[in-house]
């Protein structure tokens, strides 16, 4: 039976407490809610912001790799067959072939149409590539080899002498380089040639033919010449050079003075060449880009081809 004069304290609310903590030493629990909520909409007011961010840094971080990407040139690697307008047509360098020579002028060297396979060659950009390294010259010799070989050489030229055919020279000592016809004309046109045109004649000269010296004169250079293989560069006493390409095997040698009709060497299809042929030229100097017409040259001098 309850007390009399006491009466029953009514029991508050939680919410009540809550307030009632609040209002006295609520501080700390209030505060912290309070933090809690807006450290909560902070995050969600900056996440918006740094999604932006975010992305524009990694466009930039993408940028540079693009760009490189871009500015990266091109390079080619020469297969047998190839030439440079045929590689400029297949892979659209402005310019042509002109363009692409310039910018690998280091890596092909001084005639644009002796590009080897295995070459590398950069497509719209100047070649910063080193060009290749010179072969050593062979080792001389020893005085008792050099005998031995030029007597078996001596021996050689006696028992093939009989064998090769007599030159139909001309009274001025000049004779057609080969008993054949022509194929292909100086100066036929068409992407086949770096030039854009064929700087020689071209005989249709089976592998073994003879090749004549078509004057008197003096080898200036006997040997392997890139693309036109195996090759003789002759000087003449007028001033100009025939040069035979493509033989299959050489007679002569550099320095040595030739007669017109001599034979040179054999015919055949070494270096870029499509089958056996003879590739002849008359040149005011020895180098490539100065051809002139090989059968009006030789007109000239007597002989009808």
């Known amino acids: 039976m309850p007390a009399k004069g006491k009466h029953r304290r009514p029991k508050s609310s939680s919410i009540a407490r809550g307030f009632v903590a609040a209002g006295t030493g609520g ?8 933090g809690a909520t807006g450290a909560h909409a902070a995050e969600q007011s900056a996440a918006p912001a740094a999604a932006p961010q975010q992305a524009v840094t990694a466009a930039a971080k993408a940028a540079p790799s693009a760009a490189a990407a871009k500015a990266a040139p091109r390079t080619y690697t020469v297969v047998a067959g190839d030439y440079l307008s ?15 020579y310039q910018d690998n002028r280091q890596v ?12 590398k060659l950069t497509l719209g950009a100047k070649s910063t590539a080193k060009p290749a390294p010179a072969k050593a010259a062979p ?8 005998r031995t070989e030029s007597r078996a050489s001596r021996s050689a030229a006696k028992a093939e002498a009989p064998a090769q055919p007599a030159a139909q020279t001309s009274g001025s000592g000049f004779t057609a380089p080969v008993d054949a016809g022509v194929t292909t004309p100086y100066r036929a046109s068409g992407s086949s040639w770096s030039s854009g045109y064929h700087t020689g004649v071209d005989f249709a000269a089976s592998s073994g033919s003879s ?21 003789v560069v002759i000087q003449h006493a007028d001033g100009n050079y025939s040069q035979y390409a493509h033989l299959s095997s050489l007679s002569v ?40 017409d090989p059968l009006a040259y030789l007109r000239q001098h007597g002989v009808s081809i």
Request: cysteine-free.
């Open 27 to 34: 501080a700390a629990i209030a505060l912290p809610l309070l």
């Open 108 to 119: 092909i060297g001084e005639n644009p149409s002796l590009i080897l396979p295995g070459m």
């Open 253 to 292: 040698s550099s320095g040595q003075s030739v007669s017109g009709g001599q034979q040179i060497g054999l015919s055949g299809s070494t270096g870029n060449s499509t089958g056996p042929h003879l590739h002849f030229e008359i040149r005011t100097s020895p180098s490539y880009g100065s051809d002139i």
């Open 211 to 231: 090749v004549k010296a078509v004057g008197p004169g003096t080898v200036v250079s006997a040997g392997w010449s890139g693309a036109y293989g195996n090759e």
């Open 86 to 100: 045929k590689i400029a047509r297949n892979k659209n360098v402005k310019g042509g072939w002109q363009k692409l």
């Open 139 to 146: 080792a001389k010799p020893k005085a008792e080899e050099t």
